[in-house]
Nanobody
Framework: QVRLVESGGGLVQAGGSLRLSCAASGYIFSINAMGWYRQAPGKERELVAAIDSSSGNTNYADSVKGRFTISRDNAKNTVYLQMNSLKPEDTAVYYC?????????????????WGQGTQVTVSS
């Protein structure tokens, strides 16, 4: 099993920034990629960004390209999501994810392990 612990969510004004962190522990050897999904009330969970553990290849939702940056520190088994120029439509619960899918294949698919979710609220 893999445990994912998130931190960094909160309330910010539009145009502000937040940095989310997700630390993975447990049996992580089979993990090929980690990423962030988000889910707003009444909406489906969607991939925000993902990164391959080995290659560092990334995959971003079109809505966040140029604003969000995903990175990882393999030594710490931690993935980060730097969120800049936040918009009210970014408001959602953000979930860390880890699994065997490569980053390029994660969009539209829900699999692997999940964090507990952290609320990000962006006020206008």
């Amino acid at each position: 099993q893999v445990r994912l612990v998130e931190s960094g969510g909160g309330l910010v004004q539009a145009g502000g920034s937040l940095r989310l962190s997700c630390a993975a522990s447990g049996y992580i050897f089979s993990i090929n990629a980690m990423g962030w999904y988000r889910q707003a009330p009444g909406k489906e969970r969607e991939l925000v960004a993902a990164i391959d553990s080995s290659s560092g290849n990334t995959n971003y939702a079109d809505s966040v390209k140029g604003r969000f940056t995903i990175s990882r520190d393999n030594a710490k088994n931690t993935v980060y999501l730097q969120m800049n120029s936040l918009k009210p439509e970014d408001t959602a619960v953000y979930y860390c994810n880890a699994g065997v899918l490569p980053a390029r294949a994660m969009a539209g698919r829900l699999s692997g392990y999940w964090g507990q979710g952290t609320q990000v609220t962006v006020s206008s």
